[in-house]
């Protein structure tokens, strides 16, 4: 299940649609990072709405993807964590320390502009 | 995919099943784990079935996660094993309980295993403290060679 990467101005926007699978992530991850160079985006939304479970695996590979954007010069806000996830989280002891978060994909928009306008 | 052991109508979710629970409905359900396409199967699995026991979103979010880990560990560490979801009663009372078994290498030591922090494959290393954390009861039995079995049970509240 391939996740569509729209581009949207200056920003590119994952939308999660369904469960994925841990190699559904994985390639998420690295065309993400790949396709911020193509289309020299200043910034990433991952949404996340739809997923109803974020276990160990699938923590680690948003925080990976955050950091590679971040060393690819762009910013990664995740957006749309359910409550009961971020319950589960905590529960398991998951962090997404140092990673942007927002409430959803609105939300992560003005984030993004926010902080885009204070470093030009 | 999965054997159902009774008539395999698992695929409550939206049916309409989960309050009016017939008695022919499927009570256990087994998954069998060899890629982690499996791992989403078994969690959508238990989750339905949790689901049909009453519990509500929250705690179906924390069992289909724990699920999430178990089933990993069996495709990270042994490759292939199964993961069996079951209604359990006892008096008034009813839950879940969730066994994942393989016949991988085994744990050398589960107390570091149990242990937050504690990781061979560069996880986490929070597998299996934060599924205790999130069920009620944890059981682990591990046999160098031979294999793991973890039962994890959750009680509706």
């Known amino acids: 299940m391939e996740v569509p990467i729209l581009k949207q101005g200056d920003y590119l926007i994952a939308s999660i649609q369904s469960a994925l699978s841990d190699s559904d992530l994985a390639q998420l991850r690295d065309a993400v990072v790949e396709k911020v160079g193509r289309f020299r985006s200043r910034g990433v939304i991952v949404d996340v709405t739809v997923l109803d479970v974020m276990d160990s695996f699938s923590t680690r590979i948003l925080r990976d993807l955050a950091h590679m954007i971040r060393l690819r010069g762009a910013r990664t806000v995740i957006v749309g964590v359910q409550p009961e996830v971020a319950f589960t989280m905590v529960q398991l002891g998951l962090r997404l320390e140092g990673i942007a978060t927002a409430l959803d994909l609105e939300e992560g928009l003005a984030y993004l502009d926010e902080t885009g306008e204070k470093e030009s | ?157």
């Open chain 2, 1 to 157: 995919m999965r054997s159902d052991k009774h008539d395999g109508s698992v695929a409550a979710k939206g049916t309409g099943l989960a309050r009016n629970v017939p008695t022919s409905v499927s009570r256990e359900t087994s998954v069998p784990i060899e890629s982690d396409l499996d791992i989403v199967t078994a969690r959508q699995v238990g989750r339905a079935l949790a689901e049909r026991v009453g519990f509500e979103a929250g705690e179906l979010t924390l069992i289909a996660t724990a699920i999430s880990e178990l089933a990993r560990n069996i495709v990270l560490y042994a490759k292939r094993g199964e993961v069996v979801v079951k209604v359990l009663e006892n008096g008034t009372k009813r839950g879940i309980e969730v066994v994942s078994s393989d016949e991988g290498p085994g744990i050398p030591n589960v107390t570091h295993a149990m242990q937050d922090g504690y990781s061979t494959s560069g996880g986490l290393g929070l597998g299996l403290p934060g599924v205790k954390r999130l069920m009620d009861e944890f059981e682990i039995s591990s046999v160098v060679g031979h294999g793991t079995v973890v039962k994890v049970a959750k009680w509706r509240a």
